[in-house]
């Protein structure tokens, strides 16, 4: 703010863009938003089987709700939804890996792979399931 009482708005947007420069040239932000950028076609797709499942085949309120094979159709939806985004956590944390190696002029491919496996042992694998009665299953080891 200024001594009148204005606003200098161009002061703002240097200082803005000084430190979103600053931001953009960090080679860990550049991997992360490099890596989600070539994920892009893949999250297009996932969301146009969700459109489509969920907007046409609903079994209530979809368009093409009484078409025949209608649940068919849903499911290979689904099937291809969880096929694309249940992949999208891996395919990132291996394109950070490559990204950030190639930014120290490596190859990347095992540093991609490093980080993959990272991932892997690092992520819980919990698998919670309840019964009828909401209350956890006890499964038997053996």
Not at 14 to 31: C, D, G, M, P, Q
Not at 32 to 39: K, V, W, Y
Not at 79 to 86: F, P, V
Request: net charge positive; charged share 20%; proline share 4%.
């Amino acid at each position: 703010m200024m001594k009148d009482g204005t606003f200098n708005k161009e002061a703002l947007g240097e200082k803005v863009a000084y430190y979103a420069n600053k931001l953009a040239s960090n080679r860990f932000i550049a991997a992360i938003r490099d890596a989600f950028a070539s994920t892009i076609p893949i999250t297009i797709t996932a969301a146009f089987f969700l459109l489509i499942n969920n907007v046409l085949l609903t079994e209530k309120t979809g368009l093409l709700r009484g078409i025949p094979g209608r649940a068919i159709i849903s499911e290979i939806c689904v099937q291809a939804y969880n096929g694309t985004l249940g992949i999208l956590g891996l395919m990132v944390t291996f394109l950070i890996g490559l990204r950030l190696a190639r930014s120290y002029d490596a190859d990347g491919a095992l540093e991609g792979i490093v980080a993959l496996a990272s991932y892997v042992v690092l992520v819980p694998n919990v698998i919670n399931i309840t019964g009828p009665t909401d209350k956890p299953l006890k499964l038997r080891e053996h």
